[in-house]
């Protein structure tokens, strides 16, 4: 739990944006590395509907459905730079596999959705399908300049390649496209902040790094490999799948106030009457004497500090949100305050010392050493959610569950490996990649009962940044 001051910020950004900012940092900043984090739903989603699967002969990809196999999915394991922690799990733990077959499914039935919907069609989302095919194609060439002895980008793209680039004819107008693309998709948080030369030039710098990357990689080949062609499969799919989230299924799928309100009274555990409850129970224990750490100790939701006995140590004003800075320096030393309400829970406080401390200007700053014991009213280190936000979170989650069961019911054309191969050999992933991946798998097409609550951080809805807030 945190309550110090800072910037309370989760940075939802759009899959589009996402491409952009990846595009920009991913060769510069490593030429080889590419990390992919996987959400989890709960149990009660996962069995909202009852899952049936079948089996199917691999077919013939098209260009609506898709047809992934056994050694596609190693592939496309080896390609997006799962780390060695998570090839593990999936070698180990049979279910981890089912999920991650399951959330690429979803994933992929959501994409053709979407080009249902006509959303590759328009203007921005091409822009964003050919720097995607770029970014692969620019990725693999990096990759396979590593192992041939590249150990820096200048190996890979030269600074003079990246100055003749950039200085053809049409470069600077598919340039300034890149980079509108680009300022229009920043996190909301940055949409304000501007351009300055300098970063703009790096910004082109590194877009041309990542095309003359990919031209040499269609030189050498690599966009006519297989590998290249299911990872791009992958990305195109989910930059497609978060477009529908963002535009289409976000809004289906939005929680109304009466909804809201019937969930409430549905669900009273939601309320905080339990908890505040709970905190008058501790703070009565306190007033008759007992020990204050060790009912922090016992009962605190701040894991920051519960094993300190709730020690905040020294703050001013200005660290502390205000409900709390208030009742805080409100209290003489040794003395205990009442039930205080904020954003994280009902806090308790007990403060032990004051003083006067100079600030960095030299001006002396009242600083008090206080303690406390928060009784929390949502999941202890999550973002701070009200009665109504969380039924909102579960109501949308609901509805999201039964438009993808939808979508899944009507998308039998999504063949993927029922199982797959962790960590493959590399004479394995050649002949994979030379092969097209022909050999003959268990499937599983995507049936008319198979569903799930929602397409996971494997593609559709990637979030991104983090989440600071006030704490002590």
Same mark, same amino acid.
């Given at each position: 739990?945190?309550?110090?001051?800072?910037?309370? @910020?989760i940075?939802k950004?759009?899959?589009?944006?996402?491409?952009?900012?990846?595009?920009?940092?991913?060769?510069?900043?490593?030429?080889?590395?590419?990390?992919?984090?996987?959400?989890?739903?709960?149990?009660?989603?996962?069995?909202?509907?009852?899952?049936?699967?079948?089996?199917a002969?691999p077919? #013939?990809?098209?260009?609506?459905?898709?047809?992934?196999?056994?050694?596609?999915?190693?592939l496309?394991?080896?390609?997006l730079?799962?780390?060695?922690?998570?090839?593990a799990?999936?070698a180990s733990?049979?279910?981890?596999r089912?999920?991650?077959?399951r959330?690429l499914? *979803?994933?992929?039935?959501?994409? *053709?959705?979407?080009? #249902?919907?006509?959303?590759?069609?328009?203007?921005?989302?091409?822009?964003?399908?050919?720097?995607?095919?770029?970014?692969?194609?620019?990725?693999?060439?990096?990759?396979?300049?590593q +192992?041939?002895?590249a150990a820096?980008?200048? +190996?890979?793209?030269?600074?003079?390649?990246?100055?003749a680039?950039?200085?053809?004819?049409?470069q600077?107008?598919?340039?300034?496209e890149?980079?509108q693309?680009?300022?229009?998709? @920043?996190?909301q948080?940055?949409?304000?902040?501007?351009?300055?030369?300098?970063?703009? *030039?790096?910004?082109?710098?590194? &877009?041309?790094?990542?095309?003359?990357?990919?031209?040499?990689?269609?030189?050498?080949?690599?966009?006519k490999? %297989?590998?290249?062609?299911?990872?791009?499969?992958?990305? %195109?799919? @989910?930059?497609?799948?978060?477009?529908?989230?963002? *535009?289409?299924?976000?809004?289906?799928?939005?929680?109304?106030?009466?909804?809201?309100?019937?969930?409430l009274?549905?669900?009273?555990e939601?309320?905080?009457?339990?908890?505040?409850?709970?905190?008058?129970?501790?703070?009565?224990?306190?007033r008759?004497?007992?020990?204050? #750490?060790?009912?922090?100790?016992?009962?605190?939701?701040?894991?920051?500090?519960?094993?300190?006995?709730?020690d905040?140590g &020294?703050?001013?004003?200005?660290?502390?949100?205000?409900?709390?800075?208030?009742?805080?320096?409100?209290?003489?030393?040794?003395?205990?305050?009442?039930?205080?309400?904020?954003?994280?829970?009902?806090?308790?406080?007990?403060?032990?010392?004051r003083?006067m401390?100079?600030?960095?200007?030299?001006?002396?700053?009242?600083?008090? %050493?206080?303690r406390?014991?928060?009784?929390?009213?949502?999941?202890?280190?999550?973002?701070?959610?009200?009665?109504?936000?969380?039924?909102?979170?579960?109501?949308?989650?609901?509805?999201?569950?039964?438009?993808?069961?939808?979508i899944?019911?009507?998308?039998?054309?999504?063949?993927?490996?029922?199982d797959?191969?962790?960590n493959?050999?590399?004479?394995t992933?050649?002949?994979a990649?030379?092969?097209?991946?022909? #050999?003959?798998?268990?499937?599983?097409?995507?049936?008319?009962?198979?569903?799930?609550?929602?397409?996971?951080?494997?593609?559709?809805?990637?979030r991104?940044?983090?989440? @600071?807030?006030?704490?002590?």
């Open positions: 739990m945190s309550l110090k001051k800072g910037t309370d @910020r940075l950004l759009t899959t589009r944006a996402i491409l952009a900012l990846a595009l920009l940092s991913t060769l510069s900043a490593s030429l080889f590395a590419q990390k992919t984090q996987r959400g989890r739903g709960t149990t009660a989603a996962r069995t909202q509907a009852a899952r049936t699967q079948r089996s002969p077919v #013939a990809a098209t260009q609506k459905g898709v047809n992934l196999s056994s050694l596609d999915l190693s496309l394991i080896e390609e730079g799962v780390p060695p922690q998570a090839r799990q999936f733990n049979e279910e981890s089912k999920e991650f077959v959330d499914r *979803e994933m992929f039935a959501v994409a *053709e959705e979407a080009r #249902a919907a006509g959303l590759a069609d328009r203007a921005a989302t091409k822009l964003q399908l050919g720097l995607s095919r770029s970014f692969v194609v620019a990725r693999r060439y990096s990759k396979m300049r +192992q041939a002895g820096s980008p200048e +190996q890979v793209a030269s600074k003079e390649e990246i100055a680039f950039v200085k053809e004819p049409g600077e107008q598919k340039f300034q890149f980079l693309d680009y300022l229009k998709n @920043r996190p948080s940055e949409q304000g902040n501007t351009l300055t030369d300098e970063g703009r *030039e790096g910004l082109r710098q590194q &877009w041309a790094t990542i095309m003359v990357s990919a031209r040499k990689g269609e030189a050498a080949g690599l966009d490999e %297989h590998a290249t062609e299911v990872v791009l499969k992958y990305q %195109h799919a @989910r930059l497609l799948a978060g477009a529908y989230f963002n *535009e289409v299924l976000n809004a289906r799928t939005k929680a109304t106030e009466a909804e809201i309100d019937t969930y009274a549905a669900h009273p939601l309320g905080t009457t339990q908890s505040k409850a709970k905190a008058e129970e501790v703070l009565a224990k306190l008759a004497g007992g020990d204050f #750490a060790a009912l922090a100790k016992e009962h605190s939701g701040d894991p920051s500090n519960k094993d300190q006995g709730g905040l &020294w703050f001013g004003r200005g660290m502390m949100v205000k409900p709390f800075e208030d009742a805080a320096f409100a209290l003489k030393p040794g003395e205990l305050s009442g039930i205080v309400e904020t954003q994280f829970g009902y806090h308790i406080i007990k403060l032990d010392e003083r401390q100079d600030s960095p200007n030299g001006q002396p700053v009242e600083q008090v %050493h206080a406390h014991i928060l009784i929390s009213t949502g999941t202890p280190g999550a973002r701070p959610q009200s009665p109504r936000e969380k039924a909102s979170s579960a109501i949308e989650e609901e509805k999201r569950g039964k438009v993808i069961a939808e899944m019911n009507r998308r039998g054309d999504i063949v993927v490996a029922e797959f191969d962790a493959p050999t590399p004479e992933l050649k002949a990649n030379a092969q097209g991946a022909t #050999a003959t798998t268990t499937s599983v097409r995507t049936p008319a009962a198979a569903t799930s609550t929602e397409v996971k951080a494997t593609g559709t809805r990637t991104a940044g983090s989440s @600071r807030r006030k704490r002590p």
